[in-house]
C-alpha cells in the first residue's frame, strides 16, 4: 500500500468515526428541542411565540446537519452488492405510485415507457432502487418553480445492455456546473446535501456500468444510466461509452 493511500484510509476512518460521533449529540439536540417545542405547545404569548419559531429554525438546521452526516455515513460505508432477480418494470411502478401525490400536488406527469424483457434483471434491487430514486427527486426539485412539468422514466434492454433515463423538462444545469455534478457536497439547492448523484454514481459504478447525462438550461435533463444485464460483463459497455464522459 502506498503512503498516499493509506493516508486516505486513515483520513476516511477518522471522518467516519467524526461523523458517528457528531450523529448521537445530534440526535439529542433534536429531541429535546422537540420537548422544548412541545412546552411551548399552548403558549400563545409574544415571546413563546417567538421561541418557537426560532426553535423551528434551530430543528430545521439540525435536520440539515443530521441529513449530511446520515448520507455521509451511509456513502462511506460502501456496499457489497447483493444481486438478486429483479422486476425493474414493477419497481418503477411503485416508484412512481409513491410519488404519485407529490407529483398530482406539483402538476407534474409523470411517464414511464419501456421496451425488452425487464421482469428479471440481476441487480441489487435496494441500492438500484435507491439510485432512481435520487433522480426522480433531483427531477423533482428540477421543477421546482415551474407551472408543472413531464419526468419521465425509460428503460430499455438492448443486446447486453440496460439502459434507463430519467428524463425531465425543469430548469437544466449551468454547463459550469457539468463537471462538479457528481462531486461530493456539490449542491445548489438551500436544503441540498450533494450526495445524492455521487451516491448514484457510485451504485451504478458498483454494477459495472457508467451514467452520463445531458442538459439544457431552463429546457431540462436527461440522465443515461447504462449497466451490463449481467453485471459480471462489463466488456459491452466499454465499447459503447467512452469512459469518463459525463458531460453532454
Ligand atoms: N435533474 C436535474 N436538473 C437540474 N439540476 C440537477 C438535476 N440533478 C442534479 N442537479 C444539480 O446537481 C446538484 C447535485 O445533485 P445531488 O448530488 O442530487 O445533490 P442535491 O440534490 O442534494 O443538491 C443539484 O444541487 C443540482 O444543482
Ligand atoms: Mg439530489
Redesign the pocket.
Given at each position: 500500500m502506498s503512503v498516499t493511500s493509506s493516508r486516505l484510509e486513515f483520513l476516511g476512518q477518522l471522518a467516519g468515526g467524526l461523523a458517528h460521533e457528531i450523529k448521537n449529540p445530534l440526535s439529542t439536540i433534536k429531541l429535546t428541542l422537540q420537548l422544548l417545542e412541545e412546552d411551548f405547545q399552548k403558549d400563545d404569548s409574544p415571546t413563546a411565540t417567538r421561541a418557537k419559531r426560532k426553535i423551528e429554525v434551530l430543528l430545521r438546521e439540525v435536520q440539515h446537519l443530521d441529513d449530511i452526516v446520515q448520507e455521509f455515513l451511509t456513502f462511506a460505508r460502501g456496499h457489497d452488492l447483493k444481486l438478486t432477480r429483479t422486476n425493474l418494470r414493477e419497481m418503477i411502478v411503485e416508484l412512481f405510485e409513491f410519488l404519485a401525490d407529490d407529483a398530482q400536488a406539483r402538476k407534474i406527469r409523470l411517464h414511464f415507457d419501456y421496451e425488452g424483457k425487464l421482469d428479471n434483471l440481476l441487480l441489487d434491487a435496494t441500492l438500484l432502487r435507491q439510485a432512481i430514486m435520487?433522480?426522480l427527486?433531483?427531477?423533482f426539485?428540477?421543477l421546482d418553480g415551474k407551472d408543472g412539468g413531464e419526468v419521465i422514466v425509460r428503460a430499455r434492454i438492448k443486446g447486453d445492455l440496460l439502459g434507463v433515463e430519467?428524463i425531465?423538462t425543469?430548469?437544466?444545469?449551468a454547463p459550469s456546473?457539468y463537471d462538479r455534478?457528481?462531486r461530493p457536497y456539490?449542491?445548489?439547492?438551500k436544503k441540498?446535501?450533494?450526495?445524492?448523484?455521487?451516491?448514484?454514481r457510485r451504485i451504478v459504478e458498483e454494477h459495472g456500468g457508467q451514467i452520463t447525462f445531458e442538459?439544457e438550461e431552463g429546457k431540462?435533463?436527461r440522465?443515461l444510466i447504462l449497466l451490463p444485464v449481467d453485471p459480471s460483463k462489463t466488456g459491452s459497455l466499454k465499447s459503447m461509452v467512452p469512459t469518463g464522459s459525463e458531460q453532454p
Open positions: 435520487n433522480l427527486r433531483n427531477a426539485d428540477a430519467v425531465d425543469g430548469c437544466g444545469i456546473n455534478m457528481f456539490f449542491t445548489t439547492k441540498g446535501t450533494g450526495m445524492g448523484l455521487p451516491m448514484v442538459s431540462g435533463t440522465f
